[in-house]
């Protein structure tokens, strides 16, 4: 049986930073503190608030860097959306990472 909407909770601490390499899909959510997230292959950098959420395509390094306060990030394995499905709730691929229209990001500055 696979596990594959299974959340895990990873917190780090002020001025930290971690890296991940997730196989598959797989959603970022701040469930605390402020952010910043990188991806390799991805264009821009964000900052994300308790929230905000990510996509990301599988293979990828990804990269979670908090500020002066420390932070928790929910991590959830997707399953990459049917083309139909795709088509159909507006998502979209764009520099590796899904973006759905109920998708919140900010670049940062």
Known sequence: MQ?????????IDAGQAISLWERNMVRLQVVSGRVWITAEGVDDDYWLNPGEEMEFSGGKRIV????NRPGSIAVQPLRPPS???AILNGHWLQNGRTRGRFAKTSPCS
């Open 83 to 85: 083309l139909l499905n």
């Open 64 to 67: 979670v860097e908090t500020g």
């Open 3 to 11: 596990k594959v909407f299974t959340r895990k909770m990873l917190h």
